[in-house]
């Protein structure tokens, strides 16, 4: 497995910049291994798979793991508030930074993603493929 990493800077959104990453470094199958940061604005999708939450405050990313590739990236995300409660739940774009964000990604040598369209589950699941 080969291993990156990145630090995101204030003001940039961590899905795009997640996924940016990605394109520019051709990744075909990747893990999230590690991300920590802060950010001043939160968006995230709860279970139902359509509800948006939209939260502006200060907060600490304490969980942000998932898979990553140049095709799709399918990220959860868990935030601690001042009172030290937390939330979390689906990625979204929106998610800005505020003073840092540090992610470790590894790439999957053996292994290529690939999306397809599930009738049952109404979304483009990840197709996993050995090479």
Known sequence: ??????????????????EKFCIQNNIKAGVLLS???CVTKARIRDASGVN??????????????GTVSEKRCHLHVSFSKEDLSVIGGHLVKGCIINTTCELVIGEMDNYEYD????EETGYDELIIKEK
């Open 35 to 37: 991300g920590v940061g």
């Open 1 to 18: 497995m080969k291993t990156y990493g990145v630090r995101l800077k204030r003001g940039v959104d961590l899905l795009e910049s997640i």
């Open 115 to 118: 999306v397809k369209f599930d």
């Open 52 to 65: 948006i939450v939209e939260v502006e405050e200060l907060l600490e990313i304490v969980s942000l793991m």
